[in-house]
């Protein structure tokens, strides 16, 4: 019988309720247990793939593309979900499926259009038990097809928002109907320290736990997410005042090394304590938990550091890249040494271009972000140009691999308006344009290039040296490409095709010819990279800048 752990969270937003539900999770797989993941997200959205980095963070992609027909007649494509599957991702192992992003745009949606075709004749349409009824639908329907022992279900937002309400009740239902044993509530809040009295203050945490009981839910553990341990003292007070053991009061301080957050659980006793609550009689396997101390330990003795700048353009907040974030810290982790990321607006170009060249100077490396739209282009641009001239470490990421075609296109080929048509749909030369199978689509949500794609690496390549195999999967997300008749006038300057898909008709990857190593990538190796494997070409790009450092070439 699946076991459920459901996710709340409170006071505030943001205290990393997906690295907690995968750490619980990672529990489990110390136990031997089969885990999986469901992440509500309340916002209206279909799928997140509409919206700004900036304003939600990344936007994650499955190796899956999910067929969703919320009714029949209507068909929709979704791979594109909540940036916390990717550390779902990273913790597990686990390749997440995209159904288990259940959003309440999902949820209306197929509910209003099945009332259009008629499945509700003579029915009032109501948030209960109609919204409610499919929320739990869509949970049971991923326990039934994946058949997990534990699935942890956490719900996006805090508490007391209005469009978390429903999911909030469909969770009430769902533990009356399971029976005891079988669900278990974890609320994740701020303990806030201050400063000026130096003390943690609990009574956000009772505010939002009494919030959490209006809605008919107590909980059965509640994780103070602070700067620091929760002492004895404080933790006695919030059990007493959430009416909670003290042992169910769990402490979660600020870490250096988020891998290092099971393991802190675990010496608080949370594993036993869940599998007493879920009636699961099960031991721990200590080989399990010893391969995950050493994973650990690779990240904090790792020594020294690299500087990757990171021009983009949506360097407002971290989340925005947390998943090349993470395969630059397992890259170098795996070269044993830190690196130190510095994110640049490449607006700055336009406002104060000394700032701009100094600090691309001062790096190791570049790599350059993905992205879409206009704004920002031509500095994204111009550190791809200051690359080629300086023979400067560089990656580029999807939209990062074909601003560096344009930079080589403007640069090298002689074409100074070279741009691609998603940029200046007006170009003379459009060296980037839109893939065949989009210039009819008109409908936005859900319909790039998706998913896991198999590419084809060529030999004799850095790219080959990298991955080591000529075959490979990687995830894609773009409409765009490198347009393949100027990439043949630019094979004749210098530029070299690295990877391909299966045909050898569509431009993966490319390098540059002479340069010490300079690649673009048209997919997102970042995806699939992993605290104990990182991704080889993340891993490659770290360990040359680990060797021109050693060597004394590093920053200019």
């Known amino acids: 019988m699946v076991k459920y752990v459901f996710v709340t969270g409170g006071v505030v937003s943001g205290l990393g309720k997906g690295v907690v539900t995968a750490s619980i999770a990672k529990l489990f797989q110390f136990r031997g247990l089969n885990v999986d993941v469901i992440k509500m997200d309340p916002y209206l959205n279909v799928d997140p793939g509409t919206l700004n980095p900036i304003e939600h963070g990344e936007v994650f992609v499955c190796d899956d593309v999910w067929e969703f027909e919320p009714a029949p007649g209507y068909r929709f494509r979704i791979a594109e979900v909540d940036q916390d599957f990717g550390t779902y991702e990273r913790f597990l192992d686990k390749n997440m499926h995209p159904s288990n992003n259940i959003t309440s745009g999902q949820v209306y949606l197929s509910v209003i259009l099945r009332e259009r075709v008629g499945e509700y004749l003579g029915k009032t349409i109501q948030v209960i038990p109609h919204i409610t009824g499919e929320i739990k639908q869509r949970i049971r329907a991923v326990a039934q097809r994946n058949n997990p022992d534990a699935l942890l279900i956490e719900v996006g937002g805090t508490v007391g928002d209005i469009e978390a309400m429903p999911f909030l009740e469909a969770i009430r239902q769902l533990r009356l109907e399971e029976g005891v044993g079988n669900t278990a509530l974890i609320h994740v809040t701020l303990v806030p320290f201050l400063e000026t009295v130096g003390q943690f203050k609990t009574k956000p945490t009772q505010h939002s736990v009494k919030v959490l009981q209006s809605s008919g839910l107590q909980p059965d553990i509640i994780i103070g997410r602070s700067m620091g341990e929760l002492t004895q003292d404080v933790r006695e ?52 938990l010893k391969a995950w101390r050493e994973v650990v330990n690779l990240y904090t003795s790792a020594e020294g550091e690299v500087a990757v700048l990171m021009p983009g353009k949506y360097t407002l907040i971290q989340d925005s890249y947390i998943s090349i974030n993470m395969a630059l810290d ?151 490409h490198l347009n393949p008749n100027y990439v043949k006038s630019a094979e004749q300057k210098g530029l070299k095709i690295s990877a391909t898909d299966v045909e050898g008709k569509m431009v993966n990857a ?6 010490k190593w300079i690649i673009g990538v048209q997919f997102h190796p970042e995806f699939k990279s992993r605290p104990y494997r990182p991704s080889p070409v993340y891993y490659s790009f770290i360990r040359e800048l680990v060797a021109r450092k050693s060597a004394g070439e590093g920053r200019r």
């Open 510 to 515: 490319i390098e540059i010819v002479g340069k």
């Open 237 to 288: 007070k919030i059990g007493l005042f959430c009416n909670v053991p003290v042992e169910a009061v769990i402490s979660d301080p600020d870490l250096d090394v988020i891998y290092e957050l099971p393991l802190r659980f675990e010496s608080q006793g949370l594993g036993d304590y869940l599998c007493k609550i879920l009636r699961l009689d099960v031991g721990r396997d200590e080989g399990a």
């Open 330 to 480: 397992h890259a170098g982790a795996f070269n044993g040494i830190r690196v130190r990321r510095t994110y640049l607006d490449t607006e700055l170009y336009e406002r104060d271009s000394k700032k701009f060249y100094d600090l691309l100077e001062s790096s190791d490396g570049i790599l350059l972000t993905p992205g879409f739209g206009s704004r920002g282009v031509e500095g994204m641009i111009e550190a791809a140009r200051y690359a080629l001239k300086n023979d400067k470490p560089f990656l580029g990421i999807c939209f990062g691999c074909q601003l560096l075609f344009i930079a080589f296109a403007r640069e090298v080929l002689g074409l100074g308006d070279a741009n691609s048509t998603e940029i200046d749909p007006g170009t003379r030369h459009p060296v980037v344009d839109l893939l065949p199978e989009q210039r009819c689509e008109k409908v936005l949500g859900g319909t790039m290039r998706l998913g896991a794609h198999p590419i084809r690496i060529l030999k004799d390549t850095k790219l080959y040296e990298a991955y080591r195999s000529e075959l490979v999967y990687e995830r894609f997300r773009h409409r765009y």
